[in-house]
């Protein structure tokens, strides 16, 4: 089952608008979401600039996989303003055995087509990916 879930394509719609938070900034965040019958992976929702952590992570279905991507605005301890691309793997406790293996699966394919995440973080609750572990993590 693990080779048939590696083989998810990542549609180009990911990449382009990866490209477009990363390049232009026109994105706060990313969700991606397998889409088992398609075989690849789409764009689920995208966060205006505006949008907020909270937005963000309102955006995440509570029983169910994704990935994301979040960039994150922060000054540092030397009044720098500077900013990390997040790599947010989701998965709930609560979602299928199967889903968390078609994710897991086909994370490390996912990344090498979306290059340019500065930190990865795994997640199965919200805690683990709280506002405060990304502010500690991005320095």
């Known amino acids: 089952m693990a080779n048939a879930a590696s083989g998810f394509a990542v549609h180009d719609d990911c990449k382009l608008k990866f490209l477009e938070l990363k390049a232009k900034r026109t994105h706060r965040f990313i ?12 764009v689920e929702k995208v966060g205006e600039p505006t949008e907020s952590y909270d937005d963000f992570s309102a955006s995440l279905p509570a029983n169910e996989c994704r990935y994301a991507v979040y960039d994150f605005d922060f000054v540092t301890s030397d009044n720098c303003q500077k900013s990390r691309i997040f790599f947010i793997a989701w998965s709930p406790d609560t979602s299928r055995v199967r889903s968390k293996m078609i994710y897991a699966s086909s994370k490390d394919r996912f990344k090498r087509e979306l290059d340019g995440f500065q930190v990865e973080l795994q997640a199965t609750d919200p805690t683990e990916m709280g506002i405060d572990v990304i502010k500690s993590r991005a320095n």
């Open 31 to 42: 969700v991606f979401k397998i889409e088992e019958k398609q075989k690849q992976v789409v």
